[in-house]
């Protein structure tokens, strides 16, 4: 019998308008030429491919979601689709992509000055200024609000003090999204503040000897009596709501991307299904490897059948922050659990970077864990459920 391809199974194509079916074609086109054949190469080395930022660019893929101001403004289902290809790379191309468009870029539209707007979103948009967003702490993960990284007026500028850890694309960065407590302020507000590379007291070490993520850059943000100018405030920010805020964003995303990568370890499944003999025959001919196979593909379909219809809530204002977390906890809970099946079906060889199962395997822990915990997924819907605070 004829195969049918995974699509099929939920007929996602007749979902999609013809140009959220090109976007996703064109960033497919773009991952299988110039980024699948060296992503080994760089998880490998530990190092992110830089030189093609600014065909990431020229694509329209940074910030794209934002309208004006140089971005493409694509509507929700085209920016989960862009996402999805590119996680379909990598889990670290994904994050570059979301930390640029749904993190740095969107906290300055949503949250800048027209002036910030102006100066930074064109310049992002094309590459040119790479962007981090500085929430976590050494001690402060889970729990933003009891950061220690403090803002203090004096004169014309802003001094920051502490330190931000775990921070994707920092070491890179051009210019840190921070967030910090306002020490003027009675309440101590979470605020958000733009520090520039060449700031004094600004440093961005490497975070190495990652067994996850490998081909991304991650790195700590140290502010040691770090002066910026008080027009780098993001005026419209107020509270930890205003990071939170662009959590969702983000968060959203993931739930997309991870969609990618799960694709990507039932591929490659599949085809050494097809091609691996045991005991005489291909071993997906064997009931228990298309159980696997099966389990894979449904998860899959279901996913992104989620995907489509949060996104189309999302399009018209309605996706509340606790949707966001049922698609981020179960989106990335099954696409670790589909790239372990394909490791596993491809044995001894699934350990081997020759396949993509095992990579995926182990960026999905970082998915796992960032951008809010599973547990603390779970501890959202678990509040919007029973009303009850179990944080
Ligand atoms: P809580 O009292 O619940 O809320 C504080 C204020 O925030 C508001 N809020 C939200 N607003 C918008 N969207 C949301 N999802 C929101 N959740 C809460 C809330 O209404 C309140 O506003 P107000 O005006 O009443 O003050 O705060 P809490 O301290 O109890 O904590 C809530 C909790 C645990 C859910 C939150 O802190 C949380 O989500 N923790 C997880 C932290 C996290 O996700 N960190 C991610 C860091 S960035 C990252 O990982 C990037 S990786 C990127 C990559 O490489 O791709
Ligand atoms: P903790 O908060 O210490 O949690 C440890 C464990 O305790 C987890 O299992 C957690 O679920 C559990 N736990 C915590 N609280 C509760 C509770 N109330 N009930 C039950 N269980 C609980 N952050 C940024 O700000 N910007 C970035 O760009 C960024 N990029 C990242 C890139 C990578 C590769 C990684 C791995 C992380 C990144 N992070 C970034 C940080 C990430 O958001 C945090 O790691 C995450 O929020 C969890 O914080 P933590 O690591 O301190 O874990």
Redesign the pocket.
């Known amino acids: 019998m004829e195969p049918i391809a995974l699509d099929q199974l939920t007929d996602i194509d007749s979902m999609l308008t013809d140009d959220e079916r090109l976007t996703r074609d064109t960033v497919r086109q773009f991952v299988a030429e110039k980024y699948l054949p060296i992503v080994g190469e760089h998880f490998e080395a530990h190092t992110f491919p830089d030189h093609l930022v600014s065909e990431i660019a020229g694509l329209g893929l940074l910030g794209a979601s934002i309208k004006g101001y140089g971005c493409a403004g694509v509507n929700a289902v085209t920016y989960g689709l862009i996402l999805q290809e590119l996680e379909y790379g990598d889990?670290g191309l994904?994050?570059?992509v979301?930390?640029q468009g749904s993190?740095a870029m969107y906290a300055i539209y949503r949250f800048g000055s027209e002036a910030q707007r102006q100066h930074w979103l064109p310049r992002m948009a094309r590459g040119e200024a790479i962007s981090c967003?500085g929430?976590?702490e050494p001690d402060s993960?889970?729990?933003?609000?009891a950061m220690r990284t403090t803002a203090r007026p004096d004169g014309d500028a802003y001094v920051l003090n502490g330190s931000k850890m775990?921070i994707?694309?920092s070491p890179v960065c051009d210019v840190a999204v921070v967030w910090a407590k306002l020490a003027a302020d009675d309440h101590q507000t979470v605020r958000g503040f733009l520090v520039e590379r060449d700031t004094p007291g600004f440093d961005t070490p490497s975070i190495l000897r990652k067994m996850s993520?490998r081909a991304?850059h991650t790195g700590e943000i140290v502010l040691s009596d770090c002066r910026i100018p008080k027009e780098n405030l993001l005026p419209a920010s107020r509270?930890?709501?205003s990071?939170?805020?662009c959590?969702?964003q983000?968060?959203f995303g993931?739930s997309w991307g991870v969609m990618g990568a799960a694709r990507a370890c039932f591929d490659s499944a599949l085809d050494y299904s097809r091609s691996r003999v045991q005991f005489g025959v291909p071993i997906g001919s064997k009931q228990l490897i298309q159980e696997h196979l099966v389990d894979m593909a449904v998860e899959i379909a279901k996913g992104q059948l989620m995907n489509v219809h949060f996104a189309r809530l999302k399009d018209e204002g309605r996706l509340t922050?606790y949707q966001?977390?049922m698609a981020k906890k179960n989106n990335v809970r099954q696409a670790l659990a589909i790239a372990r099946k394909a490791r596993s079906i491809h044995g001894a060889s699934g350990i081997s970077l020759e396949h993509a199962p095992i990579r995926h395997l182990l960026n999905l822990e970082?998915?796992y864990t960032?951008?809010?915990?599973d547990e603390?997924h779970t501890?959202?819907l678990g509040r919007a459920l029973t009303g009850l605070?179990a944080?």
Do not use: K, Q
Not at 141 to 145: A, T
């Open positions: 889990s994904r994050s570059f979301s930390v993190l967003f929430l976590t993960g889970s729990d933003p609000g775990w994707t694309n993520m991304s509270g930890l709501g990071p939170l805020a959590l969702n983000a968060r993931v922050p966001v977390s970082s998915v960032y951008e809010g915990t603390i501890l959202v605070d944080f």
